[in-house]
């Protein structure tokens, strides 16, 4: 695949000092979503590991990227995010996202079944982890991430930043045998299927990776930047992370009967996802968007907030982001 022919300039334009998103229509009717470096960044996005992502899943297709330029292109047939779409107050716009959810669901079920072709874990988790441990680095605006764990470690506490700590090496360490889920619908097992007993992870399935389409065609998951070794609950995390951190920041949002998206993200999974894990990834969920937030948009004194938000979480251990409670089925 090569980058689409565009027209007319972009559709939209819209970023963060992590990256830069830029969404132009395609002579053929579908959507480029191109991925660049934002202004906080040190280097050009990559993804070393897009050729191990399946071509063919079930439900969503998960798009890998082309280079384009100092940056990557996907190509997808919408030109908004299910994140864009959950600010649709119509009835519509929540099922239109429910849709998409089921499909990721099921398509990150297909790429769990890919044994990790590398030890390493994705980088948003190792930026967290990196912060958790106080040897943050790289690029950002490293003065205003130690100034976000001060408050933290002041807000937190030892014994909620060792758990943090303790939550993030959880998540990237191989399942005990015991609790060895099957990879697909064979029976067959995760664990042993290659060096390290992990699976490739999306690294950061989130709302704004997500692509329903505008009429017809497949929903998309752009996938390719954040790829790493992980446990397969860390991906379902990070979806359900998104959605409690929208129901605390906009309440309205989850105020009157609708759709349980969080349940349908669950149920299109399938058995075997350990709850009370995917529960905790999505307390990293929202703890790494807060200190990239520090890193690439700089300080705010609504990151406060967060730190009291993530509080709970923690000593709820992220029993909020799982539909009845976190319980392993």
């Known amino acids: 695949m090569t980058p689409a022919a565009q027209v007319d300039g972009p559709e939209a334009e819209f ?3 992590l990256q830069l998103t830029r969404v132009r229509p395609t002579a053929d009717g579908r959507h480029e979503w191109w991925h660049g470096a934002g202004s906080r960044r040190a280097a050009p996005p990559t993804a070393p590991l897009a050729a ?8 969503a297709r998960l798009v890998t990227p082309e280079a384009s ?3 990557l292109a996907y190509l997808a047939d919408g030109p908004h995010s299910a994140a864009a779409w959950l600010r649709d107050p119509r009835p519509a716009a929540r099922r239109l996202v429910a849709h998409a959810l089921a499909a990721a669901g099921t398509a990150l079920r297909d790429l769990h079944a890919t044994p990790a072709p590398t030890g390493a874990p994705p980088p948003a988790l190792t ?3 990196g912060f958790a441990e106080g040897t943050d680095g790289g690029d950002g605006d490293l003065a205003a991430v130690r100034r976000l764990r001060e408050h933290a470690v002041r807000v937190w506490g030892a014994a909620r930043l060792s758990t ?5 090496a959880e998540v990237a360490a191989p399942a005990p045998a015991s609790t060895v889920a099957p990879a697909s619908g064979d029976g067959s097992e995760r664990e042993g299927r290659d060096g390290h007993g992990l699976v490739l992870v999306h690294g950061f399935a989130s709302l704004g990776a997500l692509i329903p389409p505008l009429s017809r065609g497949p929903v998309a998951l752009l996938t390719g930047e954040d790829l790493g070794a992980a446990r397969p609950e860390l991906d379902l995390g990070w979806l359900l992370g998104d959605l409690a951190e929208l129901a605390w920041a906009v309440p309205v949002w989850g105020e009157g009967p609708g759709v349980d998206l969080p349940g349908v993200l669950l149920d299109a999974y399938g058995p075997g996802a350990d709850r009370e ?3 905790r990834a999505a307390v990293l969920r929202i703890a790494a968007h807060m200190r990239d937030f520090a890193a690439y948009c700089g300080w705010s004194d609504e990151l406060a907030d967060y730190t009291a938000f993530i509080a709970d979480l923690i000593d709820e251990e992220g029993r909020r982001a799982v539909p009845g409670g976190a319980t392993t089925r």
Do not use: D, E, F
């Open 15 to 17: 970023g963060t000092g």
């Open 127 to 129: 930026r967290l982890r």
């Open 277 to 279: 894990l995917a529960a």
């Open 164 to 168: 943090l700590r303790s939550w993030c």
């Open 69 to 71: 330029g100092a940056g």
């Open 52 to 59: 191990h992502v399946p071509r063919h899943t079930a439900g």
